[in-house]
């Protein structure tokens, strides 16, 4: 999404092979079962919002996700 940036490259989260998602930590981003979270659509679209300044806004208001870090 943004060349030449020092976190880009990599992947985050992973699955069993049944598609199941393990918790990740959000410090490290490494798998963790014990203290991680499910990464989900909604955790993505918040980051997005909040790297593009968007987090807080009005529109940001009216369209909220549930159970996000922020």
Do not use: C
């Amino acid at each position: 999404m943004k060349k030449g940036q020092l976190w880009t490259n990599r992947v985050v989260g992973a699955t069993d092979a049944g598609h199941n998602a393990y918790r990740t930590n959000s410090n490290t981003l490494q798998r963790d079962n014990l203290n991680g979270a499910i990464i989900y659509p909604k955790h993505v679209h918040q980051a997005l919002r909040n790297y593009l300044g968007l987090g807080g806004t009005a529109s940001d208001e009216r369209l909220t996700f549930h159970n996000t870090e922020n």
